[in-house]
């Protein structure tokens, strides 16, 4: 039932269909439950719910695509400010927003207030009470924010020269497509980050053309589906890059993005 309802169908055994599973695990009988009580009440009343639920999926993606449209051009998703670029990080100097990655080949340190420390690969603020310890693809610690002093992250020096120098290639501005200078283009220049193998990769296009010849020259049929996926919700490649900044080309039923 639960998945009938609020998924459609895939193909039966597929990576992205059992990722999705573990998600929903154990909610079976609630969602059962739920449907049971709204079919009393007629099938127009539970018609009205499944457009609802529908309508609340699509405001959070439109949601999701103006903050990364915005975070692309270089601006505050909370309050539309010009931000201050960092190697690792993303502050908004106006409001007090950031966003920041951890280190995949490093170390990331949470420091207690007790003075005891909580070592892991990464951590993801949950942004209400907690902070997780991600140890290759695991969380192993789950940490509120009243007890944590601060967290340290240990970059190796190679994850600090892949980002320096994926910097400079797009302060260079050269169509990975083309090779061309960006400068030659109208229009603000297009990301895309794509796994080909298990690390990814960023690659940048002067204009819409040329990042839709890329991807026709070279699809991407593996799981990861890297180009319709959205790069800062997925964990299935090593990442080298946020891909906050990641331009979406899927259109949400029929509107453009």
Not at 58 to 76: H, N, Q, V, W, Y
Not at 170 to 191: C, F, H, M, N, R
Not at 209 to 234: G, L, S, T
Request: charged share 35%; aromatic share 10%; glycine share 8%.
């Amino acid at each position: 039932m639960l998945k009938s309802f609020f998924k459609k169908e895939e193909e039966n055994g597929s990576d992205l269909q059992r990722e999705k599973q573990y998600v929903l695990e154990g909610q079976d009988e609630e969602v059962e439950e739920a449907m049971s009580l709204l079919s009393e009440d007629g099938k127009g009343q539970l018609d009205e719910t499944m457009e609802e639920i529908n309508e609340a999926v699509k405001e959070a993606a439109k949601t999701s695509l103006r903050d990364i449209r915005l975070m692309e051009e270089g601006r505050c998703p909370s309050c539309g400010h010009k931000t201050n670029q960092f190697l690792f990080t993303t502050v908004c100097a106006n409001c007090g927003w950031f966003s920041h990655i951890s280190p995949e080949e490093g170390q990331s340190i949470i420091h207690l207030k007790t003075g005891s420390t909580i070592e892991c690969g990464t951590t993801f603020d949950t942004k209400d009470y907690y902070i997780l310890g991600i140890t290759d693809g695991v969380v192993r610690a789950k940490v509120s924010k009243d007890n944590v002093e601060y967290i340290e992250f240990k970059w190796t020096e190679d994850e600090i020269h892949k980002k320096r120098e994926a910097k400079m290639v797009i302060q260079a501005g050269v169509d990975s497509w083309t090779e061309k200078p960006l400068t030659e283009y109208d229009g603000d220049p297009i990301l895309i980050y794509a796994s080909f193998g298990n690390l990814q990769e960023r690659y940048v296009f002067g204009n819409t053309e040329n990042a839709e010849a890329f991807k026709k020259q070279y699809p991407v049929r593996v799981h990861k589906n890297c180009y319709e996926r959205v790069c800062v919700d997925c964990d299935l490649c090593v990442k080298k890059y946020g891909g906050e900044d990641e331009t979406i080309y899927k259109e949400l039923e029929g509107e453009p993005a």
